[in-house]
T-cell receptor
Framework: DGGITQSPKYLFRKEGQNVTLSCEQN?????MYWYRQDPGQGLRLIYY???????QKGDIAEGYSVSREKKESFPLTVTSAQKNPTAFYLC?????????????FGNGTRLTVT | RKEVEQDPGPFNVPEGATVAFNCTYSNSASQSFFWYRQDCRKEPKLLMSVYSSGNEDGRFTAQLNRASQYISLLIRDSKLSDSATYLC??????????FGTGTQLKVEL
């Protein structure tokens, strides 16, 4: 079955450490996205990528970095510069960035930083 | 005014009831509209797209009101399993996709 896989499901880190969240898709989608969800807030866009080797900042990119070396993979690094990293992180994809398609989501990674 | 707004609820309704949620948006150039369902601690899943002509899928009906800039989701004959948070998403100018904060529905016996 095609889909998006995020790993791990739960991640715990100490403050000051960088951490990388994995996102892999086998839907052959060009566009991939990272969102963050906090209680009482909507999903907020961190970064997105329309094509391999290209990515753009979203609304809350500070303290995060991404890479898109392969079409299938779009890992997100939460750096120590991110002030409030504890959140639910969702990776998503669409066939293309500008085709007004709904998002397909991975099952999320819940990151806790103490 | 927020780009996309939803009443957070919770909406507590008895099983079998009809319930409706609205989602208002500020950008009149918005192009595509969706409703997602999100269960506790899970990812959002697409429930239905919202077309200009409306969209019905079983007990669920979605409508778009461009004049008043809102979309709605109507659930008939509510089931316990409908309990979840319902998120709207709107694609506005520049293909920017914005989510509402979600409306929580609790269906009770």
């Amino acid at each position: 079955d095609g889909g998006i896989t995020q790993s791990p499901k739960y991640l715990f880190r100490k403050e000051g450490q960088n951490v990388t969240l994995s996102c892999e898709q086998n839907l052959n989608h060009d566009a991939m996205y990272w969102y963050r969800q906090d209680p009482g807030q909507g999903l907020r866009l961190i970064y997105y990528s329309q094509i391999v080797n290209d990515f753009q900042k979203g609304d809350i990119a500070e303290g995060y970095s991404v890479s898109r070396e392969k079409k299938e993979s779009f890992p997100l690094t939460v750096t120590s510069a991110q002030k409030n990293p504890t959140a639910f992180y969702l990776c998503a994809s669409t066939p293309r960035r500008s085709d007004n398609s709904p998002l397909h989501f991975g099952n999320g990674t819940r990151l806790t930083v103490t | 005014r927020k780009e996309v707004e939803q009443d957070p609820g919770p909406f507590n309704v008895p099983e079998g009831a009809t319930v409706a949620f609205n989602c208002t948006y500020s950008n009149s150039a918005s192009q595509s509209f969706f409703w997602y369902r999100q269960d506790c601690r899970k990812e959002p899943k697409l429930l239905m797209s919202v077309y200009s002509s409306g969209n019905e899928d079983g007990r669920f009906t979605a409508q778009l009101n461009r004049a008043s800039q809102y979309i709605s989701l109507l659930i008939r004959d509510s089931k316990l399993s409908d309990s979840a948070t319902y998120l709207c998403s709107i694609t506005g100018g520049g293909n920017k996709l914005t989510f509402g904060t979600g409306t929580q529905l609790k269906v009770e016996l």
